[in-house]
């Protein structure tokens, strides 16, 4: 079965700091990968997304960037994080079919 | 363009009382819909879904019917429990460009009380 990881699971950095978080897919080849950004008590925006290795589409200009190194691997960096940066951070697959699966998120606090 | 419209919550029930989440959308074509649940500091969990005009779509008591005259997927259940108590996001996925990107509604908070 497939299986999506997310790490870290909490993250505190202060302002100015990079970023890296990754999410990882397992079971699968060749999927769809995503990543959202949900900002407290609001809904959820996506950010990146990725049809394969090295192709990136970006739905918000913004000082985030992503990269997908490998087939099931999917990065969300930044070089240096600002306040408004802070959130959960969701990675999800599909595999070509109309459903999105969701990893467990990252919670990012940018102080 | 696409979008969903949720109401507004809080929503605060008793143990066994009736819900109703209402998720409006506005689409071109024929997309699947979706709810989806997330609890408290977990991902978000697909709960159910519907691709086609006049489908219902149903898990663990949570039904929701698609339809298309309304342009409506409001998510019901007849007897809710505390454990029922998270976010539920009504989601739509037009397909473009060999992806699914989804629009999201902003999501609703369900409190059950016992």
């Known amino acids: 079965s497939q299986t999506i990881h997310q790490w870290p699971a909490t993250l505190v950095q202060p302002v100015g700091s990079p970023l890296s978080l990754e999410c990882t897919v397992e079971g699968t080849s060749n999927p769809n990968l995503y990543w959202y950004r949900q900002a407290a008590g609001r809904g959820l925006q996506l950010l990146f997304y990725s049809v394969g290795i090295g192709q990136i589409s970006s739905e918000v200009p913004q000082n985030l960037s992503a990269s997908r190194p490998q087939d099931r691997q999917f990065i969300l960096s930044s070089k240096k994080l600002l306040l408004s940066d802070s959130g959960f951070y969701l990675c999800a697959w599909d595999g070509g079919g109309d459903t999105q699966y969701f990893g467990p998120g990252t919670r990012l606090t940018v102080l | 363009g696409n979008s969903v419209t949720q109401m507004e919550g809080p929503v605060t029930l008793s143990e066994e009382a009736f819900l109703t989440i209402n998720c409006t959308y506005t689409?071109?074509?024929?997309?699947?819909l979706f709810w989806y649940v997330q609890y408290p500091g977990e991902g978000l969990q697909l709960l159910l879904k519907a691709t086609k005009a006049d489908d219902k779509g149903s898990n663990k008591g949570f039904e929701a019917t698609y339809r298309k005259e309304t342009t409506s997927f409001h998510l019901e259940k007849g007897s809710v429990q505390v454990s029922d108590s998270a976010v539920y996001f009504c989601a739509l996925s037009p397909q473009v460009s060999g992806t699914y990107k989804y629009i999201f509604g902003t999501g609703t908070r369900l409190k059950v009380l016992a």
């Open positions: 689409a071109t074509g024929y997309p699947s």
